[in-house]
């Protein structure tokens, strides 16, 4: 566990031409796999390599060493989960987008359409995946964002298309920044000021001026409307947590 911070690693079964010279095997094609979950991670390693046999995969478990593995060189393709340790996977898609705006980010996350994908759409991500599809629909994606393409399902187009469309007002979540959001989804699960302080390795302090925040943009006054407010919008998979079940 200690060691997880700072690990990387990168698979190569041959000497890679240039990246952009990939062909359906796979040679000259780099993937870069961020994930803090190893099984995981060797899971969506298996995969690809089953569908790009010569690929060059990188793999990295939080941001930093994302960072690390994205300066060093490049990529045709980032596959990011969202929840990670420290720094979530927001903020390395925005710098990614920043430092390699044609790199094409696909999304592989735990949680529902409803709680993050247009939002990832919004913040230049190329598409969104739960990690219960992955499989053939991960390396259709693959292939679809290496096009120049956007991979979208179709329950998330409609979704999109509702977004884009609508002429009502934002719903208030939207109007929270991305870490903001993720604060606000914390509390939600019922997580205590402390608890998500030490999650996201911040100071308490930082974290109550995040939530202070979040109240005055919500126009809410505690905790339990917060609560109320992601329940009724679906931004959370389950009931908030008791305090017995999250000590």
Same mark, same amino acid.
């Given at each position: 566990?200690?060691?997880?911070?700072?690990?990387?690693?990168?698979?190569? !079964?041959?000497?890679?031409?240039?990246?952009?010279? $990939?062909?359906?095997?796979?040679?000259?094609?780099?993937?870069?796999?961020?994930?803090?979950?190893?099984?995981?991670?060797? #899971?969506?390693?298996?995969?690809?390599?089953? $569908? +790009?046999?010569?690929?060059? *995969? #990188?793999? &990295?478990?939080?941001?930093?060493?994302?960072?690390?593995?994205?300066? &060093?060189?490049?990529?045709?393709?980032?596959? @990011?989960?969202? !929840?990670?340790?420290?720094? =979530?996977?927001?903020? %390395?898609?925005?710098?990614?987008?920043?430092?390699?705006?044609?790199?094409?980010?696909?999304? @592989? =996350?735990?949680?529902?359409?409803?709680? +993050?994908?247009?939002?990832?759409?919004? =913040?230049?991500?190329?598409?969104?995946?739960?990690?219960?599809?992955?499989?053939?629909?991960? *390396?259709?994606?693959?292939?679809?964002?290496?096009?120049?393409?956007?991979?979208?399902?179709? /329950?998330?187009?409609?979704?999109?298309?509702?977004?884009?469309?609508?002429?009502?007002?934002?719903? %208030?979540?939207?109007?929270?920044?991305?870490?903001?959001?993720?604060?606000?989804?914390?509390? &939600? +699960? #019922?997580?205590?000021?402390?608890?998500?302080?030490?999650?996201? !390795?911040?100071?308490?302090?930082?974290?109550?001026?995040?939530? /202070?925040?979040?109240?005055?943009?919500?126009?809410?006054?505690?905790?339990?409307? @917060?609560?109320?407010?992601?329940?009724?919008?679906? @931004?959370?998979?389950?009931?908030?947590?008791?305090?017995?079940?999250?000590?």
């Amino acid at each position: 566990m200690a060691n997880r911070a700072t690990e990387t690693q990168s698979t190569k !079964s041959q000497a890679i031409p240039p990246a952009r010279e $990939a062909d359906q095997k796979g040679v000259g094609l780099r993937i870069l796999v961020v994930d803090d979950h190893p099984l995981v991670r060797r #899971g969506l390693v298996e995969t690809l390599h089953e $569908a +790009f046999l010569n690929a060059e *995969i #990188g793999e &990295a478990c939080d941001v930093n060493s994302a960072l690390q593995l994205v300066w &060093a060189q490049s990529w045709d393709v980032v596959l @990011l989960d969202i !929840s990670l340790p420290g720094r =979530s996977g927001f903020e %390395l898609l925005k710098e990614v987008k920043q430092e390699c705006p044609k790199t094409p980010v696909l999304i @592989l =996350s735990t949680h529902s359409e409803d709680q +993050f994908a247009i939002r990832s759409l919004r =913040s230049g991500a190329s598409g969104y995946l739960t990690k219960e599809t992955v499989g053939d629909e991960l *390396i259709a994606a693959v292939k679809r964002v290496l096009a120049g393409g956007k991979y979208i399902r179709a /329950s998330l187009a409609e979704k999109l298309a509702a977004h884009l469309d609508s002429n009502a007002s934002k719903p %208030l979540h939207q109007e929270l920044s991305d870490r903001e959001y993720q604060v606000m989804r914390m509390i &939600a +699960f #019922g997580q205590t000021v402390k608890e998500i302080a030490a999650e996201l !390795s911040l100071s308490i302090k930082t974290v109550s001026t995040y939530r /202070s925040r979040i109240l005055v943009k919500m126009v809410m006054k505690n905790n339990a409307e @917060l609560m109320r407010y992601a329940m009724e919008h679906h @931004l959370v998979d389950t009931p908030a947590p008791t305090s017995s079940q999250t000590s």
